[in-house]
């Protein structure tokens, strides 16, 4: 038990993270366009929260940090939804309660509790960012698979050739799934970050 | 000592969904309108897809007289291009979930642009038989129905044309002229209501238009005699019956058109005399002295014959409605105008609805029909449960073979 | 309430409204579970009696406060809340249902995905009967899942035998993939 705290201590790298965040990565990286929105809505919103979190952290009881934080969470991804829903409404009808969800997603909270807790708003700041960006980056790469390949479009548009030969399995759930799972296969052979055996931290 | 820690968090908990609730309050006064314009922006892409060149719209329905119910809103584009009327229909098949139909008419009346939205007859019809609709004035001249779906697209021309009245009578729009063909076509469902699919058969000589009737009733035909237009009914058994645009009978005044007519519908129409005797024969033992009938009425009913059995006089009738399928139902009526039996090829119970074969007993339906007569029937006989279609064909049958009987004596007396 | 509705419900709960593989909402929490099937089976009912009580107040709050008065910008935020509170209440008297070890774990459990999306899904629900057994069956689901998840992951996959970059997370979403895979096969429509 206390080495299953010490692996959560240690999950400041995000593909790490992606455990907690699977399930919005693979909802909404069936279009290219929910994508990069969902990619911007969790970069804003773990920023966002990252600064008010580091502001006001020394303030909340203990006891209390993860409710408090979770709602700061949902308050900036209320906001945020506010904003694309009056300018890219249909990206918002794409990502429907995923855009909500986002709020109680694991992968945001976890890192205001632990990174911005911890550390400073420059760190926190820092650590945001960057698991913005990985986030819409596999989203994104994600998508171009699945819309490509799978929809025969990108960014809404129908690709001519490719209208005969689409993988419809892609876009179902399933091919959710079947694609993270490439990505991050190939992700960590390229990179050569294997991800170390999990049995051992049990 | 849980409790009070319990107690602060919610408090703190407030406290932030308060800030938070307020901050997302402001936002809206930004975000609302913005909201709400691109929404209305949305509901104007329906609208303007049958609208070209249309950008905004006024709703003008509480303003109109005489709105029927199929009007669910009438739009006036608001640079004058015309309106958009958003129809609903329903029809046997539609149940509870209607028709949506959006209708773009332009300022000279002409139909511009319709679409047929949210309902499986979408996907029966395609876009192509709405687009049928284009370019027509209020007269929908042309534009017939859609085979093999003709409940739904009845009702769907029926929602365009109150649509259209509804322009028409509040003086929007002009009505659309019909020709005289077209409206004696439209008066083929009133003198001949038996007549049902019609299709377009070979026209030749003074038939400018020939139709026949699918279930073999008879034959139609849109005739002209020097200039003015005639529609000229035959029915199964050979009679002819004129009609003028006016929809007055009026076949003693043109012989030549009725023997034209005559000629033409005897040389194609299937006859069914035959197979009718010997069925007649199967179904009433001892028949003697058959002799075939001409009807003067226009219904389902393709072939009738008198018969004796012993010093008794019947009347047969081989009506022809449809129900889900093509109906062959037999009825024999004795001296008195009582059934004295029914009898059908096939209850067309396989494809409708086939849960009716299971509590259906086919011999006692079938006897429940006899001794009623035309003034006894009132249609619930011939309800069968859950085969609504087949009833309403049934019904039809026996209300056809007793207007046909009725004539039948009404013209011995 | 008609016997087939109730049943149609709790199997389209479990089959085709599968949340956590299907809908992708509280797929971490389920992915992350490696826990056995008792404690597993311990969280998924207190997540399913969170899902009960916050659709009993979250449905009434939408259908009589927030849609009435055209607060629905709010909905998010007020349901988080709602979670919130029920959660940490029940954390508060639910120390002897649950084992300590659960009972540590529990609020970082039961807020997910699942039960804000569950809340929001039930505002389209036309009665509150219907949105409550909708929220057994999606909880029920929702714990089948999980446990047979974990079961799959940790007891029939040998990570020694995958490719080193299949280790990991990769695996973890193939094997949620093939049970996803089954339901959608139940589905009918792949």
Not at chain 2, 180 to 193: F, G, K, R
Not at chain 3, 29 to 40: D, I, M, P
Request: aromatic share 8%; proline share 2%.
């Amino acid at each position: 038990m206390k080495k299953t705290k010490t692996s959560y201590l240690l999950r400041g790298t995000p593909s790490i993270l992606l455990v907690l965040g699977a399930g919005f990565v693979m909802a909404s990286s069936k279009d290219i366009r929910a994508a990069i929105g969902m990619g911007v809505a969790v970069l804003l919103s773990m920023l966002l929260s990252s600064i008010v979190v580091s502001a006001i952290h020394k303030i909340i009881p203990n006891y209390a940090k993860l409710p408090v934080y979770v709602l700061i969470i949902t308050g900036f991804v209320t906001l945020i939804s506010m904003l694309m829903q009056a300018f890219v409404p249909e990206v918002v009808d794409m990502l429907g309660v995923h855009l909500a969800a986002l709020a109680v997603s694991a992968v945001v909270y976890r890192d205001a509790e632990e990174v911005a807790d911890h550390n400073g708003e420059v760190k926190s700041i820092e650590v945001a960012l960057v698991t913005g960006v990985f986030f819409t980056v596999i989203m994104v790469v994600c998508s171009l698979i699945r819309e490509v390949l799978g929809n025969a479009t990108i960014w809404g548009k129908e690709i001519a050739f490719l209208q005969d030969y689409k993988i419809s399995g892609l876009v179902s759930a399933f091919g959710g799934y079947l694609v993270l799972a490439i990505v991050l296969a190939v992700i960590n052979k390229v990179t050569g970050l294997h991800h170390h055996d999990e049995k051992e931290d049990n | 000592m849980k409790i009070k820690y319990f107690v602060i968090t919610i408090a703190i908990l407030l406290a932030v969904s308060a800030v938070f609730g307020a901050a997302a309050f402001a936002l809206n006064l930004y975000t609302g309108p913005i909201i709400a314009a691109k929404n209305a922006g949305a509901a104007n892409d329906r609208l303007n897809a049958v609208m070209p060149g249309g950008s905004a719209y006024e709703d003008i329905t509480a303003t109109l007289s005489d709105v029927p119910a199929s009007v669910v809103k009438v739009n006036k584009e608001t640079n004058g291009l015309g309106y958009v009327i958003e129809a609903q229909a329903t029809s046997q098949y539609t149940g509870s979930t209607p028709m949506d139909i959006v209708i773009g008419v332009d300022a000279t009346g002409k139909i511009c642009g319709i679409e047929l939205a949210g309902h499986s007859e979408s996907l029966i019809f395609g876009a192509d038989y709405p687009s049928t609709y284009i370019g027509k004035d209020s007269a929908l001249a042309d534009v017939g129905l859609y085979a093999g779906s003709t409940f739904s697209s009845t009702a769907f021309k029926n929602a365009v044309t109150e649509a259209m009245g509804v322009l028409i009578s509040n003086n929007l729009i002009a009505a659309g002229v019909k020709s005289d063909a077209q409206i004696l076509e439209e008066l083929i469902p009133t003198v001949a209501p038996g007549y049902t699919k019609l299709s377009d058969a070979t026209a030749s000589g003074n038939i400018q238009k020939a139709l026949k009737a699918e279930n073999d009733t008879g034959f139609a035909y849109i005739m002209t005699e020097g200039d003015a237009s005639y529609l000229a009914l035959v029915n199964a058994t050979g009679v002819c019956k004129i009609y003028d645009v006016e929809a007055n009978d009026v076949t003693d005044a043109h012989e030549a058109l009725v023997t034209e007519a005559k000629a033409h519908a005897t040389a194609n129409q299937k006859s069914y005399t035959d197979a009718f005797i010997t069925k007649v024969e199967r179904m009433m033992e001892g028949a003697t002295e058959i002799t075939s009938i001409e009807l003067d009425t226009f219904n389902t009913v393709v072939d009738a014959v008198s018969l004796k059995v012993g010093d008794a006089t019947y009347y047969a009738f081989y009506s022809r409605s449809i129900g889900f399928h093509q109906m062959d139902v037999y009825i024999i009526i004795d001296e008195t105008g009582a059934i004295a039996k029914v009898d059908a090829k096939a209850f067309i119970f396989e494809k409708e609805y086939f849960m009716a074969f299971g509590g259906m007993n086919d011999a006692e339906y079938k006897a429940g029909f006899v001794g009623i007569t035309s003034d006894t029937f009132t249609g619930e006989e011939a309800v069968i449960a859950t085969a609504t279609m087949t009833s309403n064909a049934m019904k039809q049958s026996v209300e056809d073979a007793f207007a046909s009987f009725n004539s039948i004596m009404g013209g011995e007396q | 309430m008609d016997f087939k509705i109730i049943l149609g419900i709790i199997l389209a709960g479990i089959l085709s409204n599968n949340y956590a593989l299907i809908e992708c909402l509280g797929t971490g929490a389920v992915l992350e579970n490696e826990r056995s099937v008792k404690r597993s089976l311990a969280l998924g009912a207190g997540t399913t009696v969170v899902m009960l009580l916050t659709t009993l107040i979250t449905w009434p709050i939408n259908k009589f406060v927030l849609a009435k008065y055209e607060l629905e910008y709010l909905q998010t935020i007020v349901f988080v809340l709602v979670i919130l509170v029920i959660v940490e209440a029940m954390h508060l008297i639910g120390r002897k249902l649950l084992d300590n070890y659960c009972h540590a774990h529990f609020v970082k459990f039961a807020i997910n995905g699942a039960v804000l999306g569950l809340c929001i899904h039930n505002t389209h629900i036309d009665t509150l009967g219907k949105a409550l057994v909708t929220a057994f069956a999606v909880g029920l689901g929702f714990t089948l899942t999980m446990t047979l998840y974990s079961k799959i992951k940790y007891v029939s996959v040998d990570e020694d035998a995958v490719p080193a970059s299949f280790r990991g997370l990769p695996i973890s979403l193939l094997t949620a993939g093939m049970i996803v895979l089954a339901l959608l096969a139940l589905n009918f429509n792949i």
